[in-house]
């Protein structure tokens, strides 16, 4: 069984980092290019980032790039998103997702997606 799951979503101060871990088990991680997206309440879901299977390329959505970091350890199995200079409209539900395409931005087109993480960001 597939499972992905999110962690360390939480609630910061506007210009505060976080860092999310996605842990994946069920698959060969390796295999996937995955991507985060969000979902703030009473929004669509918002692709936010995404990284290639090895790891060598990376995309981000133009409203985090410069603040946000995506990375992968393969041998961990684990996703990251780095979040540094929280903005209060980066507050959203998180979620990682496995994709066989690269990157694509339509949610339809991963396979797999976790349960999410909330972050919150107070002003």
């Known amino acids: 069984q597939v499972q992905l799951v999110e962690s360390g979503g939480g609630l910061v101060q506007a210009g505060g980092s976080l860092r999310l871990s996605c842990t994946a088990s069920g698959l060969t991680f390796g295999n996937y290019n995955m991507g985060w997206f969000r979902q703030a309440p009473g929004k669509e879901r918002e692709w936010v980032s995404c990284?290639?299977?090895?790891?060598?390329?990376?995309s981000y959505t133009n409203s985090v790039q410069g603040r946000f970091t995506i990375s992968r350890d393969n041998a961990k199995n684990t996703l990251y998103l780095q979040m540094n200079s929280l903005k209060p409209e980066d507050t959203a539900m998180y979620y990682c997702?496995?994709?066989?395409?690269?990157?694509?931005?339509?949610?339809?087109?991963?396979?797999?997606w976790g349960q999410g993480t909330q972050v919150t960001v107070s002003s």
């Open positions: 997702a496995a994709s066989f395409l690269y990157c694509p931005v339509n949610g339809q087109q991963y396979n797999y």
């Open positions: 990284i290639s299977r090895p790891g060598g390329s990376t």
